[in-house]
């Protein structure tokens, strides 16, 4: 049974356009993590989350970049203006108590066109 | 520059050979984890370890943390086809636990 669940599995939007990524957790967690993997390339982190609060960033995390945890399960990537360099695999990831694990969901695949 | 070295970065070997596979920094990790990712979905989670010196051991796979904390390898004997896959290893760094730095991977090819 996965740990987290991601939706949709695949996203193909025009670029500019806004799009929200979700991630839905199966149990209760605190630290939550985005990452990015373009095809062939290597997982690239994003951001981290601990208690619905931002703890670390990349440099890839940008302006067009926000995370939230809207309703207190669901935790969602939304990216403002999307650009053609943004078509990559985006994967959730739920840490375990003391965040020296996590386990990840199966990820959304993002196209833009 | 990568945090995390991995090499091999492409294996293809035959069924019943063994391999290693290293993960080598420069910095000194918490802990290291090793993933196995198949085309199109995410990484899952083989093993943490935690502790230098570490040797953990699952079913034909054994992982080994450095003394220094700053390394790690993979060992699988006799391969099967069904080890064919991404193996990554990524790690948290001492001085920051919020961030999950990961190697570039190896990629395996197992032929029958």
């Known amino acids: 049974e996965p740990e987290v669940t991601q939706t949709p599995s695949h996203q193909v939007t025009q670029m500019g356009q806004e799009v929200i990524l979700r991630c839905v957790p199966i149990?209760?967690?605190?630290?939550f993590y985005w990452y990015r993997q373009i095809l062939g390339q290597k997982v690239e982190f994003l951001v981290s989350f601990y208690n619905n609060e931002i703890s670390e960033k990349s440099e890839i995390f940008d302006d067009q970049f926000s995370v939230e945890r809207p309703d207190g399960s669901n935790f969602t990537l939304k990216i403002r203006s999307t650009k053609l360099e943004d078509s990559a695999m985006y994967f959730c990831a739920r840490g375990a108590l003391g965040a020296d694990t996590q386990y990840f969901g199966p990820g959304t695949r993002l196209t833009v066109l | 520059t990568q945090l995390l070295e991995q090499s091999p970065q492409f294996l293809s070997i035959q069924e019943g050979e063994n391999l290693t596979v290293y993960c080598n920094s420069s910095?000194?990790?918490?802990?290291l984890q090793w993933y196995r990712q198949e085309p199109g979905e995410g990484p899952v989670l083989l093993v943490t370890?935690?502790?230098?010196?570490e040797v953990k051991k699952l079913k034909r796979l054994t992982f080994q943390f450095g003394d220094a904390r700053k390394d790690s390898s993979l060992h699988i004997t006799a391969a099967q086809p069904g080890d064919t896959g991404l193996y990554l290893c990524a790690g948290v760094r001492l001085d920051n636990f919020n961030k999950f730095y990961f190697g570039s991977g190896t990629k395996l090819n197992v032929k029958p």
């Open positions: 149990s209760n967690h605190l630290y």
């Open positions: 910095s000194v990790f918490s802990s």
């Open positions: 370890v935690v502790t230098g010196g």
